[in-house]
Nanobody, 119 residues
Framework: QVQLVESGGGLVQAGGSLRLSCAASGRTFSTYVMGWFRQAPGKDREFVGRINWSSGMTYYGASVKGRFTISRDNAKNTVYLQMNSLKPEDTAVYYC????????????WGQGTQVTVSL
């Protein structure tokens, strides 16, 4: 079965950086798109960005574009979210998700990892 396991969350000061990891297992992901989402308390889930596993093409949400970078390591079956210039408003639980590149909805989700940015 498909498993997505996020790691790397924590507490960081504003202006700092964190790198989240999403270890994927249970199938071949070459035809999949891997997405990152986040959800802050009392707010709707927000799209952060995505990467096409085979091509490496990325797309980002407006609130993180230019600060966050998504990459993948095929050998490790792992997707990364590098977060720079962090702001308090980036505080949220961050989720990794996967969908077939022909699909619209994400079928698989990780358990989430907390990121807290302090002033």
């Amino acid at each position: 079965q498909v498993q997505l396991v996020e790691s790397g969350g924590g507490l960081v000061q504003a202006g700092g950086s964190l790198r989240l990891s999403c270890a994927a297992s249970g199938r071949t992901f070459s035809t999949y798109v891997m997405g990152w989402f986040r959800q802050a308390p009392g707010k709707d889930r927000e799209f952060v960005g995505r990467i096409n596993w085979s091509s490496g093409m990325t797309y980002y949400g407006a609130s993180v574009k230019g600060r966050f970078t998504i990459s993948r390591d095929n050998a490790k079956n792992t997707v990364y979210l590098q977060m720079n210039s962090l702001k308090p408003e980036d505080t949220a639980v961050y989720y990794c998700a996967a969908r077939n590149r022909e699909a619209v909805q994400y079928d698989y989700w990780g358990q989430g990892t907390q990121v807290t940015v302090s002033l």
